[in-house]
């Protein structure tokens, strides 16, 4: 059983930075391809970054390419979310999520197969 679990939300200032962790166990963590998305109050989840299994292939969302990195750490089973020059609007849940069947990530929500249970960032103004 594939098992996501985000760390490292929580509250934080406009123009500050966050790191979002997304430990994995249960699979072949290098085998995966791996997403973050958020969801605002009242919004759909929409894509934030992909990451391919080596790590060497990355993509954005285009309106937070610059301020938002995405990163992983196969020998710990773990992505990450460096977050810098949040904004209010940045404000959401964030999730992870594992693609089994892709080798660089996708920013369709509906080629995930697994997804954690996602932290909240606050972005103060």
């Known amino acids: 059983q594939v098992q996501l679990v985000e760390s490292g939300g929580g509250l934080v200032q406009a123009g500050g930075s966050l790191r979002l962790s997304c430990a994995a166990s249960?699979?072949?963590?290098?085998?995966?391809?791996m997403g973050w998305f958020r969801q605002a109050p009242g919004k759909e989840r929409e894509f934030v970054a992909a990451?391919?299994?080596?790590?060497?292939?990355?993509s954005y969302a285009d309106s937070l390419k610059g301020r938002f990195t995405i990163s992983r750490d196969n020998a710990k089973n773990t992505v990450y979310l460096q977050m810098n020059s949040v904004r209010p609007e940045d404000t959401a849940v964030y999730y992870c999520?594992?693609?089994?069947?892709?080798?660089?990530?996708?920013?369709?929500?509906?080629?995930?197969?697994?997804w954690g249970q996602g932290t909240q960032v606050t972005v103060s103004s």
């Open positions: 999520a594992a693609d089994r069947d892709s080798n660089y990530g996708q920013r369709s929500r509906e080629s995930y197969d697994y």
């Open positions: 249960g699979c072949t963590f290098s085998s995966y391809a």
């Open positions: 990451i391919s299994l080596s790590g060497r292939i990355v």
